[in-house]
C-alpha cells in the first residue's frame, strides 16, 4: 500500500496540498480528480518525490516503510511510477532501445511488439522510430503506456492519460489501466475528466488543494458534477470534507 499522511506541500507561503491523507492499495483503480489548479499534479510529484516536490509537512509510507526522503530513483527502484502529462522524449534512443531499456529489460521482441500493438502503435511502423520531436506528443504518450506494459511497475501514477490521446483511444488507456490492476499494480489516474475516471474503483475529489471527498468514483463524480460544474469560484473549497459511506 502506498499511503499519503497529512501531506502539505508550500511554494513561496502559498499551501498547493493542504493536509493530504489517500491510501492507495495493490490492485486497485484509482482516480485524483479535480478541476485546472486543485493540486492534482502536485500530489503525483509528491509521491514520485520529483526535486523540489518533498513535502512541507507529513509523510508518504510504501508498505508502512517511510518513504518521505527517498529520492525519484530510490522510489522508482521501489516500484512507483509517473506517467508525465507531457511525456518526455529521448533523442537518439529507438522505441525498441527505450522499452528494453538499452537490452536489460528480460522481455522477449515479440513481447515489445505485442505492447506496441495494444497500445495502438504497429511494430513494423515504429519498433525502430526515434523517441523524439518526431513522434507526436499522443504517440510518445502511447510509447509510455507500452512502456508501463512491459514494466509492470507496482504503482503506475498516469497523470492525464488521454491528453493528446484521441477520444476513440479511451478504450485502449483504459485496458491498459486494467492491465496494470490484473497484474496487482495500482493505476492512480490523475484526471479532471469524469469520462476517465468512470474506468476506477475509487477516487479523491480535490479542490485547491484539500480532499473535498473520497469513496466509490460513480459517488464521488456525482458530487464532481453537483459541486464542481456548478461552483462559481472553482478552487476555493467548501468548508468540510464529504465522508461518503460505504467505502
Ligand atoms: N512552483 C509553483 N509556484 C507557484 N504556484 C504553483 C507552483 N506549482 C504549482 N502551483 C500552483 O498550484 C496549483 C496546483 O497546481 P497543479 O499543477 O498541481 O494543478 P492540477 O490540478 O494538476 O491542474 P491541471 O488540471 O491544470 O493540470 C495551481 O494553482 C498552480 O498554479
Not at 221 to 226: D, T
Request: with cysteine.
Amino acid at each position: 500500500m502506498l499511503e499519503l499522511r497529512n501531506v502539505s506541500h508550500e511554494v513561496s507561503g502559498k499551501k498547493i496540498l493542504n493536509n493530504i491523507s489517500m491510501k492507495f492499495i495493490s490492485g486497485r483503480k484509482y482516480a485524483i480528480l479535480g478541476t485546472n489548479g486543485a493540486g492534482k499534479s502536485t500530489i503525483g510529484y509528491v509521491m514520485m518525490g520529483l526535486d523540489g516536490y518533498k513535502p512541507t509537512s507529513g509523510q508518504i509510507f510504501l508498505n508502512g516503510n517511510d518513504i518521505t526522503n527517498f529520492n525519484v530513483f530510490e522510489r522508482a527502484k521501489a516500484g512507483i511510477t509517473l506517467m508525465w502529462q507531457e511525456p518526455a522524449r529521448y533523442d537518439g534512443l529507438t522505441i525498441y532501445t527505450y522499452l528494453t531499456l538499452g537490452g536489460k529489460l528480460d522481455v522477449t521482441k515479440d513481447e515489445v511488439e505485442e505492447a506496441l500493438e495494444k497500445v495502438g502503435l504497429s511494430p513494423k511502423i515504429y519498433l525502430n522510430r526515434f523517441v523524439d520531436k518526431s513522434l507526436s506528443g499522443g504517440e510518445r504518450k502511447r510509447v509510455e503506456l507500452a512502456s508501463i506494459i512491459l514494466l509492470k511497475p507496482k504503482f503506475v501514477i498516469l497523470d492525464e492519460p488521454d491528453s493528446g490521446i484521441d477520444l476513440m483511444s479511451l478504450d485502449m488507456i483504459n485496458q491498459v489501466i486494467d492491465f496494470i490492476a490484473d497484474y496487482g499494480g495500482t493505476p492512480i489516474v490523475i484526471t479532471h475528466r469524469e469520462e476517465m475516471a468512470y474506468n476506477t474503483e475509487e477516487a479523491y475529489l480535490l479542490c485547491a488543494g484539500k480532499i473535498l471527498a473520497n469513496g466509490e468514483t460513480k459517488q464521488v463524480i456525482q458530487i464532481f458534477k453537483n459541486i464542481c460544474d456548478t461552483c462559481d469560484h472553482p478552487n476555493s473549497p467548501v468548508s468540510k470534507e464529504l465522508k461518503i459511506d460505504g467505502r
